[in-house]
């Protein structure tokens, strides 16, 4: 027997939980192999010398992977917040606690999107210039 | 939290899932941590993801593979049964898919240790 959501707030994070999860599943396979397994387009050859650095910085300077990866984050993030107040629900009862370990996990997610979001964002094409230029 | 109870492969199956979950929440925040070093420049950057290189970190990472290989794969077998109706063939979907995971923990483990994969 299949089960359904039903509505209220505690059934839409059930159900969300496992629509990010399996986007996740996902989402985390293609991030894996494109950062562990394939050399950045732009790197050419096998004798590209290029540091983890440089990979770095060219994987995020193409647009749709940097938007892969801040969608990526996002649901991460949105899942793992989701899962920490799981558990929270379970194991704290006092109504005090209760709402001030809520507001601790929702202002977590939304630090670690921001710094997520900060390191990201700005890499892109003459991110490898502007830090040559920046250390002479 | 761990009630007088009958543990069934569901229950074990939960626990180490939210076991599971915690561990790698705290992987995506120091994750997310060491990204912010592509700000200061080649040598930090290089320097702090090598560090990663290091044996203890390369024992993490095996652990933090496992941990996320389980995740994954109980969180589709949660899928299975809560949305595939396949609740009744949920002790041989447990074992099967916890065997598959195990086989692959053993290949992806070492793969890491070995420095195949970095």
Known sequence: MAVRATGNAGHWSWYFQRVTGIALVLTLAAHFAVNHF???????????AGSLYHAAVLRLS???????????LMLATYHACNGLWAIGRDVVTRPLARTALFMLIVLAGFALAVVGWTAILPIDQDWLARGAAATQ | MFLRYKWET???????????????????FLHVYTMTKLHDGEAAYNTAVSAFSQPMWKAAEALLFGAVLYHAVNG??????????????????FWGMMGASAAAFVLGSWLIISHAVH
């Open chain 2, 10 to 28: 569901g229950m074990l199956a939960w626990a180490m899932h939210r076991l599971t979950g915690v561990a790698v929440t705290f992987y995506l």
């Open chain 1, 62 to 72: 193409n647009p749709l992977y940097k938007g892969f990866e801040l969608t990526f």
């Open chain 1, 38 to 48: 394939m050399r950045p387009p732009e790197a050419g050859g096998a004798d590209w």
């Open chain 2, 76 to 93: 589709v077998r949660i899928v299975l049964v809560d949305f595939f109706g396949a609740a009744r063939q949920q002790r041989r979907l």
